[in-house]
């Protein structure tokens, strides 16, 4: 695999708290995502990024917000965690130059229930 | 707006059979296509990708895939499926000068010894 973690690997959270999960890479790539994993909806984006401070929203932000201080990490922040986030989380990067054509590399996910 | 579609939720081959996983794809402008292959419990793996040349792309584990514009599909083959393939597949589609990577429902792919 790829150098990226994630953390928590599992989290167990109740409905309205703040939950940040954490993707730390070790590849130098410039450009970082997640998304959440749902059957039978396959991998959704949630937000991307493009560098260090730059970031954008994927086809399913609402509730999520993020975060990229350094190259190496990209936190993702549920706001106020509902039900309906309960998901597997995948980080994924990439980097070598045009986003669209390269392959993305994904950390191991996190799965996330909220009670 | 890009889309795409695997119309198969499982695909069941026999092992030493051939297997074909389908995507079809829409997407404006020249498509740049991927196929991906999950493990249980684990990540996102990248098996191949299309982005301009040769029709046939060859990737990772003896998969392969075929570029058709006319048909806008993007199938995964394999000549000779093996028990460990047994997994999920998913097919991608970005647009040009786009971040944000379409990505199927998934197919799972069972393969029998």
């Known amino acids: 695999d790829a150098g990226i973690t994630q953390s928590p690997r599992h989290k167990v959270t109740e409905t309205g708290t703040p939950v940040t999960l954490r993707c730390h890479q070790t590849e130098n790539h410039r450009y970082m995502y997640w998304y959440r994993q749902d059957p039978g909806h396959g991998l959704r984006l949630i937000h991307y990024s493009y560098g260090v401070k730059d970031t954008d929203k994927g086809e399913v932000s609402d509730g999520y917000s993020v975060s990229r201080s350094k190259t190496e990490d990209f936190l993702l922040t549920l706001e106020s965690a509902t039900s309906s986030q309960t998901s597997v989380y995948f980080c994924a990067i990439s980097g070598s130059g045009r986003a669209e054509v390269d392959e993305q590399y994904f950390g191991p996910g996190t799965r996330l229930t909220v009670t | 707006a890009q889309s795409v579609a695997q119309p198969e939720d499982q695909v069941n081959v026999a092992e030493g059979n051939p297997l074909t996983v389908k995507c079809t794809y829409s997407v404006s402008g020249n498509p740049y296509l991927f196929w991906y292959v999950q493990y249980p419990n684990r990540g996102l793996q990248f098996l191949l990708k299309y982005i301009t040349g040769d029709n046939l792309v060859k990737g990772s584990y003896g998969f392969e895939a075929e570029f058709n514009k006319s048909q806008t599909s993007f199938h995964l083959k394999k000549p000779s499926a093996l028990v460990s393939d047994s997994a999920l597949y998913f097919c991608?589609?970005?647009?040009?000068?786009?971040?944000?990577?379409?990505f199927g429902a998934g197919t799972r792919l069972f393969v029998k010894a």
């Open positions: 991608a589609v970005n647009g040009p000068g786009g971040f944000k990577t379409i």
